[in-house]
C-alpha cells in the first residue's frame, strides 16, 4: 500500500506561482510512475503531468511552458513547480502513484488563482 500526500496548494493572483509536493511512502518510490491530475467543479478529472521511473516527462497542451514536474527519489517526492498561473489551473490537484497495473490516490491539495 502507497500512502501520498500533498501539499503546496493556496491563493494566488493570476501570473503567480506555486510550488506543489506529494510525499509517498514505501521503499520502492524510485520504481513509481508519478503524475498529477487535477479535477476543477463539474468537470472531469485530467492528467497534468507525469513523469516516470526513468524521468520522461508530459504534460497537458494546457500547461506547457508553465508547468514542470520533478522527483527526488532520496526523499519519495515528486514537485509541480506552477507559473504563470491563469484562472483556469483553479482546481485540486491531485497526486498519483502507478506501480505495475496498480494506482494510488492522495487527497488532493486546492489551488485557487483569482485576483
Do not use: H
Amino acid at each position: 500500500q502507497v500512502q501520498l500526500v500533498e501539499s503546496g496548494g493556496g491563493l494566488v493572483q493570476p501570473g503567480g506561482s506555486l510550488r506543489l509536493s506529494c510525499a509517498a511512502s514505501g521503499s520502492i518510490f524510485s520504481r513509481y510512475a508519478m503524475s498529477w491530475y487535477r479535477q476543477a467543479p463539474g468537470k472531469q478529472r485530467g492528467l497534468v503531468a507525469l513523469i516516470t521511473s526513468v524521468r520522461t516527462t508530459d504534460y497537458a497542451d494546457s500547461v506547457k511552458g508553465r508547468f514542470t514536474i520533478s522527483r527526488d527519489n532520496a526523499k519519495n517526492t515528486v514537485y509541480l513547480q506552477m507559473n504563470s498561473l491563469k484562472p483556469e489551473d483553479t482546481a485540486i490537484y491531485i497526486c498519483n502513484a502507478r506501480d505495475r497495473s496498480t494506482d494510488y490516490w492522495g487527497q488532493g491539495t486546492q489551488v485557487t488563482v483569482s485576483s
